[in-house]
């Protein structure tokens, strides 16, 4: 796995400044990989994230980013149909994408139709013509997908993605996109980008909020010694990471 080349560690008074920081970072990105590739590949997740991105569906965005451009993939989905409330596709299209002129065919959802099997073959699948198709890049260290730029958020016991604690999915290293049954969060069934996937990214950040997940905050940025890494603390991009929290998440530091 690469050494991450840069870890920057953003504390705001409140989530709300969390939140315009977070869209200024995000349409900064947008513009330079538009203009360096022609496209701009970005990773969603679901929970308190799209909250976080209210602010880029705000005049200065909506009428500057390159939406056209723009390639939505998620870090994972409850297996569920697109309108369920536990979907997160719904969460994204009700919070951002009905509000911004994304092309819907660059909007990539799984197929909700499939078993949770189905639909992390079918994604992963998806995603490999989309690097033959050049939309996607590819990892030239580790031969995985590099996605521009992935928004993950984190549980209050430190999983991302659904990639929790002690499971065995946390060692998957040969597949892009796997399933999980017995995920402890309900619903059980997900499909989820597992972590040479993830570590493949160009930027990631990692956006915080809240006092419940200061524990988890202080075991990943502090400088204790726990022999048991939390899934948070595997986030090692072969380029930079960004984590954003407000002053609540960041309080145990």
């Not at 200065?60 to 409850?78: A, C, N, P, T």
């Not at 197929?111 to 992390?120: H, P, R, T, V």
């Not at 499971?167 to 892009?176: A, C, D, F, I, S």
């Amino acid at each position: 796995m690469a050494a991450t080349a840069e870890r920057k560690v953003e504390v705001f008074d409140t989530e709300e400044e969390v939140a315009v920081s977070l869209a200024k970072y995000i349409a900064d990105l947008s513009d330079k990989f538009c203009k360096e590739r022609g496209a701009f590949t970005i990773v969603l997740s679901g929970g308190s994230l799209i909250e976080s991105l209210r602010k880029l569906v705000e005049p200065q965005y909506i009428d500057s980013v390159e939406w056209s451009k723009w390639h939505i993939f998620w870090l994972d989905e409850r297996v569920v149909p697109k309108d369920h409330k536990d979907s997160n596709y719904k969460l994204a299209y009700d919070g951002l994408l009905s509000k911004v002129p994304i092309l819907p065919d660059n909007v990539y959802a799984i197929n909700d139709a499939l078993s949770a099997e189905g639909a992390a073959d079918d994604y992963e699948t998806r995603l490999k013509h989309l690097v033959n198709c050049g939309v996607l890049a590819l990892s030239a260290a580790s031969g995985f997908p590099k996605f521009d730029l992935m928004l993950l958020g984190m549980g209050p016991d430190g999983h991302v993605a659904s990639l929790f604690p002690g499971h065995p999915l946390l060692k998957e290293n040969e597949r892009w996109v796997t399933f999980i049954k017995d995920s402890p969060k309900p619903p059980p069934e997900r499909i989820t980008f597992t972590f040479p996937v993830i570590n493949s990214s160009a930027y990631i950040a990692l956006v915080v909020t809240g006092a419940p997940q200061a524990g988890a905050v202080q075991r990943a940025l502090g400088n204790g010694q726990n022999s048991d890494k939390l899934p948070v603390q595997m986030v090692s991009p072969e380029g930079e990471l960004t984590w954003f929290l407000d002053k609540d998440a960041a309080s145990k530091l």
